[in-house]
């Protein structure tokens, strides 16, 4: 199995800053995509990052310029910076990875336990 364990989520204030950080470990062969995902209450799940194995990314666009994905590969880690936060980011956050699990010789998708994002004055 693969193991998914975010961090940094909170409080703050519109205008502030947060980083997410999230780290993958277990049966990981390789892993070709990880990313952020968030749920706000009432809301569907929707994409806010993804990064590929490659260094390709992909935003949604209520967030293109103000977070910036970063991937280290070798750790198997993936952070989101969150810049110029607006209320509308409040969310529960989920990091999400894709790869290749060893144990089962078989792909994997796998998903954190989420971390709250708030942002309110």
């Known amino acids: 199995q693969v193991h998914l364990v975010e961090s940094g989520g909170g409080l703050v204030q519109p205008g502030g800053s947060l980083r997410l950080s999230c780290a993958a470990s277990?049966?990981?062969?390789?892993?070709?995509?990880m990313g952020w995902y968030r749920q706000a209450p009432g809301e569907e799940r929707e994409l806010v990052a993804t990064s590929t194995s490659g260094g390709s990314t992909v935003y949604a666009d209520s967030v293109k310029g103000r977070f910036t994905i970063s991937r280290d590969n070798a750790k198997n880690t993936v952070a989101l910076q969150m810049n110029s936060l607006k209320p509308e980011d409040t969310a529960v956050y989920y990091c999400n990875a894709q790869g290749f699990d060893y144990v089962i010789s078989a792909d994997f998708r796998s998903w954190g336990q989420g971390i709250q994002v708030t942002v309110s004055s």
């Open positions: 277990g049966s990981i062969f390789s892993i070709r995509t």
